[in-house]
C-alpha cells in the first residue's frame, strides 16, 4: 500500500509465519492512560445495561406485564418501554439489524474496529475477566512467572487459582442468568430461581451461557478475535485510508534505540526515533502483538498500546502519542513533511449515516403511525362460492381481528362491494342486519367466519372486489381488508 | 508396522514410512483430544446398544435395560396432551350447543376441533370445506334434508342416514320405474311437471295438467303439497333451486324410475360425545344452516 515503506524495516521475517501456529498465552500488563479509562466506562456502562435493564420497571396498565424490556414468548409479544411488538411486526427487528450493521460500517469508516475494541461483549467480558485474573494473581510478570514455575503446587498458589476460577464462574453464572431474565418477570424469575421452581429451560440457557462466557472470555480469549470472529476479515474489505486506525507512527519512531543513545545521537545531529524500544506496548496488547510491526489482523484497537506508550513518552520527556489513531494518508504525507489531515465527512460516511437516517427515521415513521386495530382476510376456498335455495349467492370469508391496544374494543364490521348484500358472522346476533358488531378483547387476536350474502342478479360480473371495514365504535378507529366477492 | 525411526529432513518430523513417488508422509498423529473422544463415543455407543433397545432378534428384538420403549412415549405424550386439553374438551362436551355458538372461546375451540375432525371422518364425502358433490349434499347452502339447525344437524351426525342405527333417519325415494308402478311416458311427464315447480323450463306440449294428477297420486305423500319437500322423512324442497341429484330432465327421469337412497353412517360410538358436539358446531358455522 505504501510506496515509501518497505515492510522488511516494519516486520521481522518470523511474522510471516503458517497461517495457523499453536498459541502463545498472552500476559496483558495492566495500564492506565484515556483510553483505558474511556474502556473501564463503557464496560461499566453496557455490563450494567445488560445486568439490570431487566429490573427496569414500566407501567402498561393493568394485566400487561410491567418489565421495561421483555421478549414474552409464550405470548408472543416483545415489549421495549412504550413499544410493543406483535410477531407479525418482527420486520422492525429487521430494520434495527440493517441499521446496526449500517452503524458498524460507520464506526469503521470512522474509527476502525473501535467496535471491536471498546463494545463488543467478547472484548467487554474478556476485559472483565482479565482484570478479576490480575486483582487475583497479580500483574503481567507475576502471572508469567507463576505459570512457569514448576514448584509443586503450594496451597497459597492452589487457593488462588481456585478464587479465581470461582469468581470468574460467578461472573459467567450471573451473565447467564441476566439473559434469561429477559424473556420473564425478572423479580419473579429471580424468586424461582433461587427456590428451583424456575422452568427447567431457564436452567438449561444459564448453564450455556455459563460454558460458554466460562470458555470465551476465561480461556478463548483473544482467539475468538483472530479465528473465530469474520468481522476483522470483512472489515479489512470495508475500511479505507481515511479511517482512523491504531498506528504506530514509524516516522518518529524510528530508529529505535535507548535513551541515552538516542540523547548522544541527537547531539550529534544524527536521525533517531522516539521508540526507546520497551515492549511495553507490546505486554499491554490483549491480542499480544506489536503494533510496531504496521497493521495487523489482530489488532482491535483497543487504544491500550497508545496508553503505555504515552505513559513512556511522558516519562522520557518526548511527546506523547508516538502510537495513536491515525490514517493511512498521514503517515504518507508526514514522511513527505506535509501536515497531518484528518476527514470525518466524507463519501462513505455521509452515505452510511444517509442509509442510518433513511432505514430509521422509516422505522420511527411506521411505529408512531402504525394501526393498532388490524383485519386480515382469507376467502373461503372449497367452497368458494354457495347458491342458496333462494338462488342468491353467499361467500364465506375467515376474517382475523387484530386488536393490539391496551383495552377492548366494540367493532362492527361491514362490507362494500356486492350490491345489496348482507352480513353475518357466525355466533353473532346483529341488531342492525348488516353490521354485526362485537367485542375483542385488548391486546388479543378473535377469527370470525363471516358470509357475505347478496341476491342472485344483483352482481353480473363472476367476480367483484369486496372490501370489509372495521370500525371501532368508540375511537372510530378504522381498519380495512380486500377480497373478492365470487358468483358460482 | 511402520516405521517411525524415519526422520523427514526438512521438518525433522518422523514420518510414516509410507512412500508414493518418492513422496513420504509425515507423521502427524490426531490431537490426542480428538482421539480420547472417538474411543468415548465407540464405548458410548456400546452402552447404547446394552441399554437402549436396539438389537434385532429372531421374533422380537432386546429390551435394554431400562425397558424403555418409543411405543410407551407416544402413549404417554398422548396421554399427556389429552390432560391439557382435557378442561377444555370436559367444558365443550357440558355446554349446550345453542351456548357454545355464543361462547367465542368455545366456539373457537369447537370450529377448530370440528375441522380436523370433518377432515379425517366427512371429508371424504362431503368434500374439505362441506362442498358436497353430486348425491352428497353441500353443507354450505340453507337447504338442508333432515334439518339445519344445531340439533338437527348434531342428530344427522350421531344417527346416520339410513345407517342400520336405531335412531337412524330413513326415508327412501322409490324406484317409480323399476318397480313398474309408472310407466315411461308417465315418468318424463312427472319429471317435467317438477321442473315448473322449480320455475325451470319444461318440454313442449307437455301436459301439465296430467303431470300435477300423477304428482298428486304418487309424490305428495312424501314431498307434500306443491313440493315443498317434508324434513320428517328428508324428502327434498322440490321448488328451490337446490338439486342433490341434478335438475335436468334426464337426471330427474333416473332419479324417478330408480329411486334414491344415499347413507349416511352414524357416527355415535366412532366419536365422542364432545367431538360430535364440535363437529355439529362446526357444520352449522359452514353456513349457519337453519
Ligand atoms: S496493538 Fe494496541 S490497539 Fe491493537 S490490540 Fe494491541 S493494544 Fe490494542
Ligand atoms: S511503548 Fe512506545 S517506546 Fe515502548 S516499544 Fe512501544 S512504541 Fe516503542
Not at chain 1, 61 to 89: K, T
Not at chain 2, 215 to 233: I, M, P, Q, S, T
Request: charged fraction near 20%; aromatic fraction near 10%; glycine fraction near 10%.
Amino acid at each position: 500500500m505504501n510506496k515509501t515503506v518497505n515492510p522488511k524495516d516494519l516486520t521481522s521475517d518470523d511474522d510471516y509465519g503458517p497461517l495457523y501456529a499453536a498459541r502463545k498465552k498472552v500476559y496483558p500488563q495492566s495500564v492506565s492512560g484515556t483510553f483505558r479509562r474511556i474502556k473501564w466506562g463503557l464496560m461499566a456502562f453496557c455490563l450494567g445495561v445488560y445486568y439490570f435493564l431487566p429490573f427496569v420497571r414500566w407501567n402498561r396498565g393493568l394485566g400487561a406485564p410491567n418489565q421495561a424490556v421483555l421478549i414474552d414468548l409464550p405470548n408472543s409479544r416483545f415489549y421495549f418501554f412504550f413499544i410493543e411488538l406483535w410477531p407479525q411486526e418482527v420486520y422492525y427487528f429487521t430494520g434495527l439489524l440493517i441499521v446496526a450493521a449500517v452503524a458498524l460500517f460507520l464506526m469503521n469508516s470512522i474509527g476502525g474496529r473501535i467496535w471491536c475494541g471498546y463494545l463488543c461483549p467478547q472484548t467487554v467480558w474478556t476485559d472483565l475477566f482479565y482484570a478479576v485474573e490480575r486483582l487475583i494473581e497479580g500483574d503481567r510478570r507475576e502471572r508469567m512467572k507463576k505459570d512457569k514455575s514448576s514448584d509443586p503446587m503450594k496451597l497459597e498458589r492452589i487457593s488462588e487459582i481456585v478464587l479465581k476460577h470461582s469468581i470468574w464462574l460467578l461472573i459467567a453464572w450471573w451473565t447467564g442468568g441476566a439473559w434469561v431474565l429477559y424473556f420473564n418477570d425478572a423479580p419473579t424469575l429471580v424468586k424461582e430461581l433461587v427456590t428451583f421452581q424456575a422452568p427447567m429451560i431457564a436452567y438449561v440457557w444459564i448453564g450455556i451461557l455459563t460454558a460458554t462466557t466460562y470458555l470465551l472470555a476465561g480461556y478463548m480469549r483473544e482467539q475468538v478475535c483472530t479465528y473465530m470472529c469474520p468481522w476483522p476479515r470483512i472489515q479489512a474489505a470495508l475500511t479505507d485510508e481515511w479511517a482512523l486506525n491504531v498506528t504506530y507512527r514509524y516516522d518518529r519512531g524510528e530508529k529505535r534505540t535507548s535513551v541515552k543513545k538516542a540523547a548522544e545521537l541527537r547531539a550529534l545531529g544524527e536521525q533517531v526515533g522516539d521508540c526507546v524500544d520497551c515492549y511495553q506496548c507490546v505486554a499491554v496488547c490483549p491480542t499480544g502483538i506489536d503494533i510496531r510491526n504496521g497493521p495487523q489482523m489482530e489488532c482491535i484497537q483497543c487504544g491500550l498500546c497508545i496508553d503505555a506508550c504515552d505513559n513512556v513518552m511522558t516519562k522520557i520527556g518526548r511527546p506523547k502519542r508516538l502510537i495513536g489513531y491515525d490514517n493511512d494518508i498521514n503517515i504518507q504525507r508526514r514522511q513527505e513533511g506535509k501536515a497531518p489531515v484528518y476527514r470525518i465527512v466524507r463519501a462513505r460516511t455521509i452515505v452510511y449515516s444517509a442509509i442510518i437516517a433513511a432505514i430509521g427515521g422509516f422505522m420511527i415513521y411506521t411505529l408512531a403511525t402504525r394501526s393498532l386495530l388490524d383485519v386480515n382476510v382469507l376467502h373461503d376456498r372449497n367452497p368458494v362460492a354457495v347458491k342458496l335455495s333462494d338462488g342468491s349467492i353467499r361467500n364465506a370469508y375467515t376474517v382475523r381481528l387484530l386488536n393490539k391496544s391496551g383495552y377492548d374494543r366494540v367493532i362492527a364490521i361491514d362490507a362494500h362491494g356486492p350490491a345489496n348484500a348482507t352480513v353475518h358472522v357466525i355466533g353473532v346476533d346483529s341488531v342492525t342486519p348488516d353490521r354485526p358488531m362485537i367485542v375483542i378483547p385488548r391486546d388479543s387476536t378473535s377469527e370470525l367466519r363471516l358470509l357475505v350474502t347478496a341476491p342472485a342478479d344483483s352482481n353480473q360480473e363472476k367476480s367483484i372486489p369486496v372490501r370489509f371495514h372495521v370500525t371501532d365504535i368508540g375511537l372510530g378507529e378504522v381498519a380495512t381488508a380486500t377480497d373478492n366477492f365470487v358468483s358460482p | 508396522m511402520t516405521d517411525h525411526s524415519d526422520i523427514d529432513a526438512v521438518t525433522g518430523k518422523s514420518t510414516t514410512g509410507h512412500e508414493w513417488d518418492g513422496i513420504k508422509e509425515l507423521n502427524t498423529p490426531l490431537p490426542r483430544w480428538w482421539v480420547i473422544s472417538f474411543y468415548l463415543t465407540i464405548i458410548w455407543s456400546i452402552g447404547y446398544w446394552i441399554v437402549y433397545p436396539a438389537w434385532p432378534l429372531i421374533s422380537s428384538n432386546t429390551t435394554g435395560v431400562f425397558g424403555y420403549s418409543s411405543r410407551a412415549d407416544v402413549a404417554v405424550e398422548l396421554g399427556n396432551l389429552e390432560k391439557i386439553r382435557g378442561d377444555k374438551m370436559m367444558a365443550l362436551g357440558a355446554a349446550s350447543l345453542a351456548d357454545i355458538e355464543k361462547d367465542p372461546a368455545l366456539l373457537a375451540l369447537a370450529r377448530a376441533k370440528g375441522k380436523t375432525v370433518f377432515g379425517d371422518n366427512c371429508a371424504p364425502c362431503h368434500g374439505s370445506g362441506g362442498a358436497g358433490a353430486k348425491g352428497y349434499p353441500n353443507l354450505n347452502d340453507d337447504d338442508w334434508l333432515w334439518g339445519g339447525s344445531l340439533d338437527q344437524i348434531m342428530q344427522t351426525i350421531q344417527y346416520g342416514v339410513r345407517s342400520g342405527h336405531a335412531k337412524t333417519h330413513e326415508g327412501q325415494m322409490l324406484a317409480f320405474g323399476k318397480d313398474g308402478v309408472l310407466k315411461g311416458d308417465e315418468i318424463v311427464t312427472v319429471a317435467n311437471y317438477v321442473r315448473s315447480l322449480a320455475g325451470l323450463p319444461t318440454r313442449k306440449g307437455f301436459d301439465a295438467a296430467k303431470g300435477e294428477k300423477i304428482f298428486a297420486e304418487n309424490c305428495v305423500a312424501c314431498h307434500g303439497d306443491g313440493g315443498k319437500g317434508n324434513r320428517e322423512l328428508g324428502a327434498p324442497d322440490l321448488t328451490d333451486k337446490i338439486w342433490l341429484y341434478g335438475s335436468d330432465e334426464a337426471s330427474l327421469i333416473e332419479t324417478i324410475s330408480q329411486g334414491r337412497a344415499g347413507v349416511m353412517p352414524a357416527w355415535e360410538g366412532r366419536l365422542d360425545p364432545a367431538t360430535i358436539k364440535a363437529m355439529a358446531v362446526y357444520v352449522h358455522s359452514l353456513g349457519g344452516g337453519k
